[in-house]
């Protein structure tokens, strides 16, 4: 347009434009729009005409935006082409002074942006991932261990190395350093002997954990949307290693890219560290009691699969009891009894090996739906806790180190000035002061997006809190099952042991 623009559009750009962009946020405009008085029908007018992208208005949108209200409130149609004959200023808008403008922007949508409206059902519907092993043998020995990972949401398997998880978790944790990423569970076992079944227990326990691991990281509200996890999840390419490095060296981590970084402090509550400091401990008492809680549950498991084992071994031993064909001595009462007792005790081997069956079978349910689920909440919880130390040793002592430094520099600086020193150097220690005075700056700005996230985190914990109640159904359902199968089968036995009873009763008869 030929007109000039007006001083007041620059105070106004100034009073409602974000603190880190030269953008204007979509929601500030509109509440700077109910203060023009005008008509609904003018207002949707107006904002047919101003152009947003990505629920942002350039500078330049806003004063269009601004001129369109002004000849609104003139009485004249709020169009692009009656400012086109603007050959002087362009009108001026009534919106009041812009120092009072300013609190447009102060309102943020509180919540909204640090209030995460998640559900369990609904981390728990983003994915579910199987992860599946495939042995590659050479020779006799298990040379590498392939995983067959298959992801519900994208319907799509691939085929991941241990060393491919690592690499994952690597940058992963790179993107996301103020978010809770659960651990990887060693690659090795650790230094000793080893047996076979315990290498293949080994395995089976990494399997398991790798599972829950990308389980969690796939159902995380910031995670699952990444391109990162996309990749890990879909590339069926040969280099995964490379294409996740670089994926995230296009994106750099969450700091950068996060709209509300830079703003985080904004959004946080004034007693956001006694927020926190109770949360962390009331966290770590739930996390003290999950653990003794997966304690007993694995040693209920443990105490079935022996329970099977025993049951298999007395099944055995009546067996080979009734398998002694040796004839017993003809001055024992019972001589003709135990030759007919033998034949039954060999038979019931059989009903005790289908009970040590649906004891072992138990054992597994309570492994598989019992534990498991005790351990995907247990690593999350763990995750939590790496997250608070990372926040407290990282980003706060990185801040204390660099205030330190700051202070020494500036005692120099002042005794430069004080003894006559060559200007170079002073000159040369005024600009590392300035850049120290910089990264001091991003670095409370991480600080304070630090906490933003681990405010976040901490509501993501308890919204995984309700798992608490899929647990014991799972473990009452396991035993209520468990308990029913085997007590059928012993019920079958019972006639069977009768049996043995009425032929001694019958032979005393006959005497």
């Known amino acids: 347009y030929n007109g000039s623009v007006p001083a007041y559009y620059r105070e106004v750009y100034e009073a409602i434009r974000c603190r880190t962009d ?20 003018a207002l949707g007018k107006i904002a047919e005409h101003v152009e947003s992208t990505d629920g942002f208005l350039t500078k330049l949108s806003l004063y269009k935006a601004l001129a369109l209200i002004a000849l609104a409130q003139q009485g004249k149609q709020p169009s692009p082409k009656l400012l086109e004959n603007c050959i002087q200023e362009l009108p001026k808008p009534q919106l009041g002074e812009p120092s ?16 995460l ?27 590498h261990v392939e995983y067959q990972v298959t992801s519900q949401h994208y319907k799509i398997s691939v085929y991941r190395r241990y060393s491919d998880f690592d690499v994952f978790h690597e940058v992963l944790l790179q993107r996301y350093a103020y978010r809770m990423v659960p651990a990887l569970p060693p690659k090795r076992m650790l230094k000793g002997v080893l047996t076979s079944v315990s290498e293949r227990e080994f395995i089976e326990g990494r399997r398991r954990a790798l599972a829950r691991f ?24 040969s280099d995964v290693q490379t294409k996740l490095r670089d994926t995230y060296k296009k994106t750099g981590d ?50 079935s699969k022996e329970n099977a084992t025993d049951l298999l071994m007395f099944g055995r031993e009546l067996s080979s009891l009734g398998s002694d ?34 004891a072992a079978q138990q054992g597994r349910r309570e492994e598989d739906d019992v534990v498991e689920k005790l351990n995907v909440f247990l690593d999350l919880l763990q995750s939590y806790r790496d997250l608070c130390e990372r926040h407290e040793k990282g980003v706060l002592h990185e801040h204390q180190r660099a205030l330190h430094k700051y202070g020494v520099m500036k005692r120099q600086m002042m005794s430069a000035t004080v003894q006559p020193k060559e200007q170079a150097s002073v000159e040369q220690l005024e600009s590392r002061i300035v850049q120290q005075e910089n990264a001091i700056q991003t670095m409370e700005l991480r600080n304070y997006f630090s906490l933003f996230c681990l405010h976040q985190e901490t509501q993501l914990i308890f919204t ?15 035993q209520v099952q468990g308990h029913r199968e085997m007590g059928e089968v012993w019920n079958e036995l019972q006639p069977k042991l009768g049996c043995l009873f009425i032929k001694k009763r019958r032979q005393k008869h006959c005497d």
């Not at 009072?100 to 209030?115: F, I, K």
């Not at 509300?260 to 401990?281: C, G, H, M, N, V």
């Open 22 to 41: 030269e953008r204007v946020q979509v929601e500030v405009f509109q509440r700077l729009l109910q203060r023009a008085n005008l008509s609904k029908a």
């Open 100 to 115: 009072d403008l300013s609190t447009l922007r102060m309102q943020p949508a509180q919540e909204d942006v640090l209030t």
């Open 117 to 143: 409206s998640e559900t369990l059902d609904r981390l728990l519907a983003r994915d579910t991932v199987q992860v599946e092993l495939i042995p590659e043998k050479k020779g006799l020995f298990l040379k």
């Open 214 to 237: 990308i389980n969690l990281v796939a159902r995380h509200p910031f995670f699952s949307q990444d391109e990162l996890v996309k990749t890990f999840l879909t590339f069926s390419g």
């Open 254 to 303: 969450e700091f950068m890219t996060n709209r509300t970084a830079t703003l985080a402090k904004e959004y946080l509550p004034t007693d956001i560290q006694a927020q926190f400091s109770s949360s962390r401990e009331l966290i770590r008492n739930i996390h003290n009691s999950f653990h003794k809680l997966r304690d007993r549950a694995e040693k209920m498991a443990e105490r």
């Open 325 to 358: 064909a040796s004839s017993i001595p003809s001055f024992a009462s019972s001589q003709s009894t135990w030759g007919a007792m033998r034949q039954s005790l060999k038979s019931l081997s059989v009903e005790f090996a289908v009970l040590s069956d649906k």
């Open 464 to 478: 995984y809190l309700p798992i608490t109640s899929h647990i014991l159904g799972a473990f009452v359902n396991s």
